[in-house]
């Protein structure tokens, strides 16, 4: 298996996830594929890189930080190969150390929002999140996380873990305990699989219920989200597809075995609608969710005419 399987095998299979992580995975993987691959003329050049392309998009189709990410990778103008090749390993290279740079300027920001003595929630396993979370107490702020276990992959004990190795008192929780614990909690942190135009939120499925209930009980809803997250294509209208994943993730084939009747499913994300949306932590800045439009059009350096 070439080093372009390899990389797509693992973000579907999940070895390398999170939104951000598969994203800078496959800018990377374009990189070490568009360096040494072996073209004759820029046709043959185009065609092997769109199909590069597609195979690590279609890995997961949710997360829009991965096509994003492929988009402003394999972008080039020369005709020819060597300088064609180049443009594609230097936007990697940018690629990446923007998405390095925007989760440290992520955590800075966020951190401005969370006060001493907060206790946050989050969901999932979010390296955006858990920047405002780590930078907030480095910064000498007494926090405390309560994070939930995340079914069915149980991204929360990746979660309980870096935030223990940090020094960062946590707390697990099942998923369903999520509304018994808000009272406790004062700001809701979590991160992003992408930001639609309207400012909605696509992320881990179980998110909108923590949005709920902390709409409910008046406390602040963050998504932390790079600007890469954000959707160009419902621009145009397009929705942003919810990935089913294997239905064994939920429950193990013997139990499944006995009994056959049972339909299961197994959603991995969800929508929270803008209006249960504080703010959202960009690298830009902090806005609402209102401004999601703004940062598709200002950040993601493409035009409509481009995608239609
Ligand atoms: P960062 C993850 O998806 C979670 O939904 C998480 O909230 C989101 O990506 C963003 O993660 P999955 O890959 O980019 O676990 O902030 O399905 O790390």
């Known amino acids: ?19 951000g992580r598969i994203a800078k ?5 374009l990189r070490d594929y568009a360096g040494s691959l072996e073209a004759g003329s820029i046709e043959e050049f185009s065609s092997l890189i769109e199909n590069a392309a597609k195979l690590l998009v279609d890995t997961r189709p949710t997360a829009v930080s991965l096509p ?3 988009r402003l990778t394999s972008r080039y103008t020369s005709a020819d190969v060597e300088e064609a090749r180049k443009e594609i390993i230097n936007n990697a290279e940018r690629f990446i150390k923007q998405a390095d740079d925007a989760l440290h300027k992520i955590g800075e920001i966020g951190a401005r929002r969370i006060r001493d003595g907060d206790v946050i929630m989050t969901h999932c396993n979010s390296h955006a999140a858990l920047s405002i979370i780590t930078t907030a107490f480095d910064q000498g702020k007494d926090i405390s996380v309560i994070a939930t276990e995340t079914r069915p992959r149980r991204q929360g004990l990746l979660t309980s873990k870096h935030l223990l190795d940090h020094g960062i008192p946590t707390t697990l929780i099942v998923d369903s305990a999520v509304r018994y614990f808000m009272k406790e909690v004062d700001t809701v942190i979590v991160g992003a699989d992408a930001i639609a135009v309207n400012g909605a939120l696509v992320n881990k499925i179980g998110t909108s219920q923590l949005a709920l209930a902390a709409n ?3 406390k602040n809803f963050l998504t932390a989200a790079e600007t890469y997250k954000f959707s160009p294509n419902t621009i145009l209208g397009e929705f942003i597809e919810i990935e089913e994943r294997s239905i064994n993730e939920v429950i193990d084939k013997n139990t499944l075995a006995g009994l056959p009747k049972l339909k299961v499913r197994n959603p991995a ?5 803008p209006e249960y ?6 690298d830009v800045g902090v806005v609402p969710p209102g401004m999601a439009y703004t940062i598709i059009k200002e950040h993601l350096g ?3 005419g481009e995608m239609v």
């Open 1 to 19: 298996m070439n080093q372009l399987q390899d990389t797509a095998e693992k973000i579907s299979s999940m070895e390398i996830r999170g939104a």
């Open 25 to 29: 995975a496959a800018a990377i993987a």
């Open 68 to 70: 994003n990410a492929v």
């Open 216 to 218: 409910e009980a008046r």
């Open 269 to 273: 994300f969800d929508i929270t609608p």
């Open 277 to 282: 949306i504080d703010l959202i932590i960009t």
């Open 302 to 304: 493409w035009e409509i």
